[in-house]
């Protein structure tokens, strides 16, 4: 893996921010299962939907009230039928599924990494 250095004035351009999964809905519609979340981002940023793979390593109730990391700030993207709003972070487990990122304590959501 090559790494590319960037100016951390680039990184702070990128707002990350907790937000807890309220809502989960299996999408058959698209070209690989897909869960659309909604996503309670705090009263600042509110609710948001995204698009996520996560179905080989999740199931609906692994993901509801799971506090989970995500790119808040940018452009809305059509995924299939869905404006997903925000993007989900995770890393790849050894067959390249997404595992989710989440912390290990209870945060306010809207919280931003710092």
Same mark, same amino acid.
């Given at each position: 893996?090559k790494?590319?250095?960037?100016? +951390?004035? #680039? =990184? &702070? $351009?990128?707002?990350?921010? !907790?937000g807890?999964?309220?809502?989960?809905e299996?999408?058959?519609k698209? @070209?690989?299962?897909?869960?659309?979340?909604?996503?309670? +981002? *705090? $009263? !600042?940023? *509110?609710?948001?939907?995204?698009?996520?793979?996560?179905?080989? @390593?999740?199931n609906?109730? #692994?993901?509801?009230?799971?506090?989970?990391?995500?790119?808040? @700030? =940018?452009?809305?993207?059509?995924i *299939?039928?869905?404006?997903s709003?925000?993007?989900?972070?995770?890393? %790849?487990?050894? $067959? @390249?599924?997404?595992?989710?990122i &989440? %912390? #290990?304590?209870?945060?306010e959501? *809207?919280?931003?990494?710092?």
């Amino acid at each position: 893996m090559k790494i590319n250095t960037i100016e +951390f004035e #680039d =990184f &702070s $351009k990128v707002q990350i921010c !907790i937000g807890t999964i309220i809502q989960v809905e299996e999408s058959k519609k698209l @070209n690989k299962p897909s869960f659309i979340l909604t996503i309670d +981002f *705090g $009263k !600042i940023i *509110g609710l948001k939907k995204s698009s996520a793979q996560l179905t080989i @390593n999740y199931n609906t109730s #692994d993901l509801i009230d799971r506090q989970i990391l995500a790119v808040v @700030n =940018f452009q809305p993207k059509q995924i *299939g039928n869905v404006i997903s709003e925000v993007l989900v972070l995770g890393l %790849p487990d050894e $067959k @390249n599924e997404p595992i989710l990122i &989440s %912390p #290990d304590l209870k945060i306010e959501n *809207g919280r931003e990494v710092y």
